[in-house]
């Protein structure tokens, strides 16, 4: 009697889906994403996001459009430096200490890499945005 009800229970609860997330309306590129601009569509896609977490408070890097799903590629941190922006680099290795200024050839969030001209040597160098906006350059 208790393996028919179990049975009958399992039968009527179906098959487990997962949710992926899609844009409720058009999101332009730049815009931070909020709980209001997604929500969820049955079924699932490598590299689609599929919690909230993964979306929310993220800046969309391409056009997302509504009902579309949201590639974990086309989303990432809000950028806290644009575009021909003047930003301090940064350069450190075994006790010395290099600062001087140049201009970001990108647009970048925090932790990711950047390329900038240093304005003095007209040399391109990548580095890693920190949360202050400035950048440290990797040897």
Same mark, same amino acid.
């Given at each position: 009697?208790? #393996?028919?009800? @179990?049975? !009958?229970? =399992?039968?009527?609860?179906?098959?487990? @889906?997962?949710?992926? !997330?899609?844009?409720?309306?058009? &999101?332009?590129? /730049?815009?931070? &994403?909020?709980? $209001?601009?997604?929500? #969820? /569509?049955?079924?699932? !896609?490598?590299? !689609?996001?599929?919690?909230?977490? +993964?979306?929310? $408070? /993220?800046?969309?890097?391409?056009?997302?459009?509504?009902?579309?799903?949201?590639?974990?590629?086309?989303? $990432?941190?809000?950028?806290?430096?644009?575009?021909? +922006?003047?930003?301090? =680099?940064? #350069?450190? @290795?075994?006790?010395?200490? &290099?600062?001087?200024?140049?201009?970001? =050839? %990108?647009?970048? $969030?925090?932790?990711? *890499?950047?390329?900038?001209?240093? *304005?003095?040597?007209?040399?391109?160098? @990548?580095?890693?945005?920190?949360? %202050?906006?400035? &950048?440290?350059?990797? /040897?």
């Amino acid at each position: 009697m208790i #393996f028919r009800v @179990s049975l !009958i229970l =399992l039968l009527a609860a179906g098959p487990v @889906s997962a949710d992926m !997330i899609v844009a409720a309306r058009t &999101i332009r590129p /730049q815009e931070i &994403i909020t709980l $209001g601009d997604v929500g #969820f /569509q049955a079924g699932e !896609i490598a590299g !689609i996001a599929n919690r909230l977490d +993964q979306v929310i $408070g /993220q800046e969309a890097r391409v056009a997302l459009y509504a009902g579309r799903p949201i590639r974990l590629t086309d989303i $990432g941190e809000p950028a806290v430096v644009d575009r021909n +922006q003047m930003v301090s =680099l940064i #350069f450190e @290795s075994h006790g010395l200490r &290099i600062a001087t200024e140049g201009r970001a =050839l %990108d647009r970048a $969030g925090v932790g990711e *890499m950047i390329r900038v001209m240093n *304005m003095s040597s007209r040399a391109t160098v @990548s580095g890693e945005v920190l949360p %202050d906006g400035r &950048i440290r350059v990797m /040897q």
